[in-house]
């Protein structure tokens, strides 16, 4: 078992917060909130066996290494008095205000989700993170803190918990400190998560990197000496430091398939001036003895990255033929590249011109932008973040409008992501592009550097279905697909219309008499609707079935729930024909079917059982009926070219039943599925629904199922297996 660290006090907290905050009423109140967490976590324990305080003292201490500001720090100090102990939220309100109280809110609900393996709960978490984080970033700074600790406190956990905990941090929560430019927090996060995800190999860097550090030390003195001399020569002032490489980055390469010996930056030096023109100055210094290596010069000076980190990078053949990477940066860059963000908050300016970090935010970080932007146009959760993922977080290029502003675009982008990049109607008015001042096809592929010129017509008839082949980016494809939308619209309005008139002629209800105000209110009332035109758009949709409205008004004496119960519960459900629906590597004809335990849909990993005298049975991979069955199992797999429906069972949660299963139905509507049958199981204090569901696929369903979830009152929502 590890070392405990010594334990921190609230002096060290004080010592270390007085350095940069000299307000007297801002100290007050971390005191203030210090004393309150004490006394609310008074008596409880952490598994390492230390008072529970000094994990929000240690947290709060760790951001006071990116200068957090006073707000910052008492929430990081309160940051679980409402999960772990008798706090109310009134009662934080009352006693530190409304900013506080809402940066500890945040981290609460943060820390209420259970990462797990499960590819769709760590979706919803990275989503719910990422959006949270867009809101006000001061909250997942403070997840990255508390994260920190309890990655130095986890040896306390099983093994089994220590590579969970390690992989959601390097999966989810070091690329966010990444884009965040914190990079201090950032190398901790990855080495720490290393250290317990992948402990032989981590331990094998150390030991490596032991062995080869007197002589690197040696190397690194000796050349920091000779590039100090020569640009004290030359008149400029200067400090030089020999860098550290962080394990996690050495794994990265080396998994990559790059050998120890070849990892030259391990060779590394930073170079620290007072202004920008003596960064380009001193780079030419060193590059006028030291010849440079070939395409291993950045100028992110120019050039900054979008978590504003500003250097000029070259790699060097120093001494003894040695390659040496080399940083040259100014103090205030340096600040941006240790800190990111949180840099800004020891510089906020006072008094009426006072920014606060959330503008810092928008205006600095394009990162921010694109999340908004997906967060509005991609309501699907686990598209959102795939989403973001592709757009946000993967390798990026930078292009130039010609103007020179610079647009943040994933590789593979072309002209037509970058028109809905700046604006939709440039994308939609788009005829065609120049890039650098050539006619370029719609389907180029944009480059580093880049010089973008949008041709519009403002009578273009809009953009072609052809482009979503074309694009990149799921922003461009939203707002395409949005175009498209806004025009079909129309059509599946009439249609809508001419259904609903249709039924009521079939049923001999006059229109005009059905039709009034008080019945139009109501049906819209019951179907949470805000107009006709939604009414008739999910009727056109076949969304909503037109008998469903009427009933509304001419069965005012059953409730809408008894309607619904009486025509679906305990309906036998029949499984679909699936012949060519589940492909069988090497057979053709053979008799396939799903199972009923499981009910499996297209998106969920699938095994085939072989049946005694009935072909294959087809089971989701996590159906325990079939965990012994492992002689018996065969690969199989969907078929890609599906368009139907499949049944599949989901059991919710609630605490009464009154007038939920309504709020149930109604989530259907928006996600094209129908309910097949519905049954009640009764228990002491809570009621749950088996509800059958026909869906055409696992996104549809995981949808549906965190929709459901938001509905107050709903406790759980999960899959069955009988």
Request: aromatic letters at 8%; one cysteine or more.
């Amino acid at each position: 078992m590890e070392k405990k660290d010594v334990t921190l006090t609230f002096d060290d907290l004080r010592d270390k917060v007085i350095t940069y905050i000299k307000d007297e009423k801002e100290l007050e109140l971390i005191t203030k909130a210090y004393m309150f967490a004490y006394k609310k976590h008074f008596g409880q324990k952490r598994l390492t066996g230390e008072n529970y305080i000094e994990h929000p003292l240690n947290v709060a201490y760790i951001l006071t290494g990116i200068f957090a500001d006073s707000a910052t720090i008492c929430a990081a100090l309160l940051h679980d008095v409402l999960e772990d102990t008798d706090a109310t939220i009134e009662e934080v309100r009352e006693k530190f205000g409304d900013e506080i109280t809402s940066l500890v809110e945040g981290v609460t609900k943060i820390n209420k989700l259970n990462f797990t393996g499960d590819t769709e709960t760590v979706i919803a978490n990275h989503r719910k993170i990422l959006v949270g984080l867009s809101e006000d970033v001061r909250v997942i700074i403070i997840k990255l803190a508390d994260r920190l600790h309890n990655l130095r406190t986890l040896w306390i956990l099983s093994e089994k918990k220590q590579k969970q905990k390690a992989k959601e941090t390097l999966d989810i929560l070091a690329p966010i400190a990444h884009r965040l430019g914190m990079n201090q927090i950032k190398s901790e996060l990855e080495d720490l998560s290393l250290r317990y995800y992948k402990p032989d190999i981590y331990f094998s860097i150390v030991e490596m990197l032991n062995k080869s550090k007197v002589e690197r030390d040696k190397i690194i003195l000796e050349m920091k000496n000779n590039v100090s001399v020569l640009l004290n020569e030359h008149g400029i002032k200067h400090e030089i430091k020999g860098r550290a490489k962080s394990i996690y980055s050495i794994y990265k390469k080396l998994d990559k398939g790059r050998k120890f010996s070849d990892i030259y930056d391990l060779l590394a030096l930073r170079v620290y001036v007072d202004t920008e023109q003596e960064c380009y100055q001193a780079l030419g210094i060193i590059h006028s003895k030291y010849k440079p290596l070939p395409k291993r010069f950045k100028d992110y000076i120019a050039m900054p990255k979008t978590n504003m980190y500003q250097s000029l990078h070259t790699t060097v053949f120093g001494i003894d033929g040695n390659l040496f990477e080399i940083q040259i940066r100014t103090y205030e860059m340096d600040r941006v590249a240790e800190y990111g963000i949180a840099s800004h908050w020891s510089y906020k300016e006072q008094g009426s011109g006072k920014i606060t970090i959330q503008n810092e935010m928008e205006k600095k970080l394009q990162f921010f932008r694109s999340i908004i932007e997906l967060k509005n146009e991609e309501p699907n959760e686990e598209k959102f973040v795939k989403s973001v993922k592709e757009d946000v977080l993967k390798n990026t290029i930078y292009v130039f409008t010609p103007k020179g502003d610079v647009i943040e675009l994933p590789k593979g982008s072309t002209p037509i992501d970058f028109a809905y990049k700046v604006h939709s109607d440039i994308g939609d008015k788009m005829v065609g592009a120049l890039v650098n001042n050539s006619i370029a096809p719609l389907d180029y592929k944009l480059q580093d550097n880049d010089i973008i010129k949008i041709i519009t017509n403002k009578n273009s008839a809009g953009p072609s279905r052809e482009w979503l082949n074309i694009v990149k980016t799921n922003q461009a494809k939203n707002k395409i697909k949005a175009f498209f939308n806004r025009i079909d619209k129309t059509e599946i309005l009439k249609k809508g219309e001419e259904i609903f008139t249709k039924e009521l002629r079939k049923r001999k209800i006059p229109y005009n008499d059905f039709m009034t105000n008080e019945n139009i209110d109501k049906i819209l009332e019951e179907l949470r609707y805000n107009s006709i035109d939604d009414l008739y758009f999910n009727i056109g949709n076949e969304n909503l079935p037109v008998t469903q409205v009427i009933n509304i008004i001419y069965n005012e004496n059953d409730s809408k729930e008894e309607i619904i119960l009486r025509k679906r519960q305990n309906r036998e459900v029949d499984l679909p024909t699936i012949k060519n629906d589940i492909i069988v590597e090497g057979i053709d004809e053979i008799k396939v079917n799903l199972a009923g335990c499981c009910k499996p849909i297209p998106g969920d990993e699938i095994v085939g059982y072989i049946t005694k005298g009935y072909g294959i049975t087809v089971h989701r991979l996590s159906c325990p009926n079939i965990s012994d069955l492992e002689e018996r199992l065969i690969e199989v797999k969907w078929n890609n070219n599906l368009d139907k429906k499949y049944p599949t069972n989901i059991l919710i949660h609630t605490i009464e039943s009154h007038s939920i299963l309504m709020d149930i139905i109604a989530k259907t509507t928006n996600n094209d599925i129908s309910v097949q049958s519905i049954n009640i199981i009764k228990s002491n204090d809570a009621f749950m629904y088996e509800i059958t569901v026909l869906v055409s696929d696992k996104d549809k369903l995981t949808k549906f199922m965190n929709d459901v979830d938001s509905i107050p009152k709903i406790l759980d929502v999960e899959r069955a297996i009988k």
